[in-house]
């Protein structure tokens, strides 16, 4: 590897026309992606989306996190860390990437033929590194509640690299540029994700460029698309049911815009036998220089990944080429968030016994997050002291985090304070009898608060619209909904829409003040902070709240 960084020195200083601007993004991409060939474009709902598709971010509302260090080749160090979280706006993100070699050698050929000699001139340091602002949203929220399933991402980059040290021989031997990535991420169906980014794909006069000191030298910077998909092929929402376990099948195909470059084809799979444990194994198809010009590795790789508490390690094996010391580990540690946040043991309520005793009020539940200015801060803590909406382990609350159906489910059933059935029946294929979430939605369907889809499914982790909690929020306050609307209820919903009815009748109802003289927006995902708004508007939950306050309950 050194050997080549010598050679990109030595055209570097004596040929401005080979100044080349290289896009480490390419690498960077954490253990888990490269454990399976880099077949990544359709979608992975941790931090690494940053690297690979950032639509995918919203795949996961919770706190991301991933990082990855280690030597490549055996010569390059390599550093790469990102993060990611939801705010009002969306999934938001920034990642970090760096590549460094130290001590290259810097040489001069002098003579000719037989007289031929290489002179060592000194040494330098090479170091590239881009820093990545990452957005992701449903599409829904731009397109008033359509396109739900679709997911939009985008990635502003900035790079810097060069040489450093090695006296006049380098100097201004660096720079810095600019430019950015497109992802869309379609929901087909539960079991297939297609995913489509555009790397780079700023054109230069709209500052998608690098510009070297040297010579103040301007060059474009590579356009890479990529096309693919994930298929849940075996799974509790996948193609074919199996209750405990899980496997995908990813593809992907990259086409760079550079002339003569080849397409290249990403093949992976990754198992889950078991909750903490993930298997993986994958083709990474790389371009290699040939004898005859441009030809293609196939590049094996495996991994495995371990899972416990929210936390993630991962581990990966990757070929590079045919020579087998370039064969490289990849170890990667992270924070996707437990997919069980709000799990509570299935207990009955315990039952209160009047007795003959004042009982003193008890203090109200608060959280670091939810200031006292917050517009929600009254139901939230009410709602918590309560014990209807739990925090985090942290003490935060996340006021802002979307809620998903299953959640949504569990939220009402608390509310009501409905014992939880120990005959747990299968209602729907991708809600097991094992998972936490069961009872609860086995209630609210019962109750008929909600129900599920056509396909027998629940889509237990899909992020619950406003438009949708509003049908289910006037079911569980038992409100009067008109068949019909003569007039339009909010700015953004029109009368005609599915759910206008059941906003209206929210609407009268009080739930919906903190909406005031502002757009409804139907495909919004609806918050925390809005159900804890909405349901202490709800009449059950009211008169538990001035039982709170007054010290009854």
């Known amino acids: ?302 991994g495995v990944g371990l899972q416990y508490a929210g936390f993630t390690f991962d581990y990966a094996y990757h070929q590079f080429g045919e020579v087998t010391e370039n064969t490289t580990h990849f170890f990667s540690f992270g924070f996707r968030g437990r997919d069980e946040v709000d799990r509570e043991p299935l207990r009955e309520p315990e039952r209160n016994v009047p007795v003959p005793t004042v009982i003193p009020k008890p203090p109200v539940k608060s959280f670091g997050d939810v200031p006292e200015s917050y517009w929600a801060r009254r139901p939230i803590e009410y709602l918590a002291t309560l014990g209807i909406m739990s925090g985090y382990p942290d003490e935060t609350f996340k006021p802002d985090r979307p809620l998903t159906r299953g959640e949504f489910a569990a939220l009402l059933v608390k509310a009501k304070g409905f014992l939880l059935s120990k005959d747990v029946k299968k209602l729907f294929k991708d809600v097991p009898t094992t998972n936490w979430l069961a009872p609860y939605v086995q209630l609210a369907v019962d109750r008929k608060y909600i129900q599920g889809y056509p396909d027998k499914t629940f889509q237990p982790n899909k992020k619950i619209s406003r438009a949708e909690a509003a049908v289910v929020f006037t079911k569980f306050a038992g409100l009067q909904v008109k068949s019909k609307l003569s007039n339009d209820v909010f700015p953004g919903l029109a009368k005609g829409h599915w759910a206008a009815p059941a906003v209206s009748a929210g609407k009268v109802a009080g739930f919906y003040e903190f909406l005031a003289d502002k757009n409804f927006e139907p495909g919004q995902d609806l918050t925390r902070a809005e159900a804890a708004e909405i349901l202490s508007k709800t009449p059950f939950i009211k008169d538990k709240i001035r039982q709170l306050i007054s010290g009854e309950k």
């Not at 474009?41 to 598709?53: C, E, H, K, Q």
């Not at 539960?190 to 790397?199: E, I, P, Q, R, V």
């Not at 799974?235 to 593809?251: A, I, M, N, R, T």
């Open 1 to 302: 590897m050194k050997q080549l960084l010598v050679v990109s020195c030595w055209l570097l200083v004596f040929s401005c026309s080979a100044l080349a601007v290289v896009d480490i993004g390419d690498i960077g991409v954490g253990a888990r992606s490269l454990g399976m060939g880099k077949a990544t474009v359709g979608g992975l709902d941790d931090a690494s989306a940053i690297f690979t598709n950032p639509a995918a971010l919203s795949l996961n509302p919770q706190l991301n996190i991933t990082s990855m260090s280690g030597t490549l080749l055996t010569d390059v160090n390599y550093m790469m860390f990102g993060a990611a979280e939801t705010a009002p706006i969306g999934r938001v993100g920034i990642g970090y990437l760096n590549a460094a070699v130290s001590g290259i050698t810097i040489t001069q050929i002098t003579g000719s033929g037989s007289n031929e000699t290489v002179v060592p001139l000194g040494t330098t340091d090479y170091s590239s590194s881009v820093v990545y602002l990452s957005y992701s949203s449903a599409l829904s929220r731009f397109l008033r509640g359509k396109g739900d399933n679709v997911l939009i991402g985008a990635n502003l980059k900035y790079f810097l690299q060069g040489f450093s040290g090695g006296g006049a021989t380098m100097q201004d031997a660096a720079g810095t540029g600019m430019d950015a990535d497109l992802g869309l991420l379609w929901q087909v169906n539960n079991w297939a994700n297609l995913g489509l980014t555009f790397n780079n794909f700023l054109p230069e006069t709209f500052g998608g460029r690098f510009n070297w000191q040297k010579n103040n030298q301007t060059e474009g910077i590579a356009m890479v698309s990529r096309a693919g998909g994930r298929f849940n092929l075996i799974g509790p929402s996948g193609l074919k049911y199996l209750e405990k376990q899980k496997l995908d099948l990813l593809v992907e195909y990259a086409s760079n815009n550079t002339p003569n470059w080849p397409a290249v084809w990403h093949l992976g799979a990754e198992y889950v036998p078991l909750p903490v444990l993930t298997l993986r194994a994958g083709i990474d198809q790389k371009v290699k220089a040939t004898i005859g010009g441009i030809g293609v590795d196939n590049n094996l790789s495996l």
